[in-house]
């Protein structure tokens, strides 16, 4: 992707953005009921965040998918413009691939954003897998990526394991701060109020503000200042 992809894009307002890049697994191992609960999870999510009049005019969605090849299947969008998709599930699990292009994406938006005077917070990277990664993925570049982002304050990513994840390579590749959060079950529904919950903490905030994030058993709090 280009440097210059959203430069043809006017902004629709001014308000402070916050970008979520979500980066689902969407492998063959997905098929059956994980698919029709996280297809469940995402509606859920659009419907508790858009009903928040702050956080529609200043929360952008991403998703970008991740199966034999990643596709971003929804630029980033305001997310009362939003129709969340229904997602299916096939081909194996090009997982660092995603990583990589999920980076790429935020770092692009944010020079939109700098581009078009809007100010931003820090965007999200929103990772759920259940499966493990492709031999042929560089998880070594993908592991020095998300760390270096992170410590840079460049975005925020927080890994989510469902099912038979393999929770060594995803410990592997997730920063200190936020280690991977295993799903028990299949709580797709839960984990996306607690998003919902926490962008919506993070969009009604004033810069000076320091933000801790509701609770979760795996997690503890995350504190964002």
């Known amino acids: ?83 969340m998709p229904t997602l299916q599930a096939n081909g194996s699990t090009q997982l660092a691939d995603g990583i990589f292009q999920a980076i790429l994406k935020v770092e692009n938006r944010k020079h939109w954003y700098r581009k078009t005077g809007q100010s931003y917070y820090r965007p999200f990277i929103i990772l759920i897998t259940d499966g493990s990664p492709d031999g042929d993925q560089d998880m070594e570049k993908a592991m020095f990526e998300i760390n270096e982002g992170v410590n840079e304050r460049k975005f925020l990513f927080f890994p989510v394991a469902v099912k038979d994840a393999d929770m060594n390579v995803l410990h592997k590749i997730a920063h200190p701060s936020t280690p991977p959060m295993r799903l028990e079950g299949i709580k797709f529904v839960e984990f996306f109020r607690w998003l919902s919950n926490s962008v919506s903490m993070i969009t009604n905030s004033k810069d000076s503000d320091k933000i801790r994030l509701p609770d979760t058993t795996s997690w503890g709090q995350i504190s964002l200042d």
């Open 1 to 83: 992707m280009a440097i210059n992809d959203f430069l043809a894009e006017s902004p629709l307002n001014f308000e402070q953005k916050c970008l979520c890049v979500l980066l689902l697994d969407t492998s063959g191992s997905m098929v059956g009921e994980s698919i029709k609960e996280l297809n469940k999870g995402l509606e859920e999510f659009y419907y508790q965040i858009v009903k928040d009049e702050v956080s529609a005019e200043r929360l952008e969605i991403c998703i970008i998918t991740f199966e034999s090849d990643v596709k971003c299947i929804q630029e980033p969008i305001l997310v009362r413009n939003l129709k």
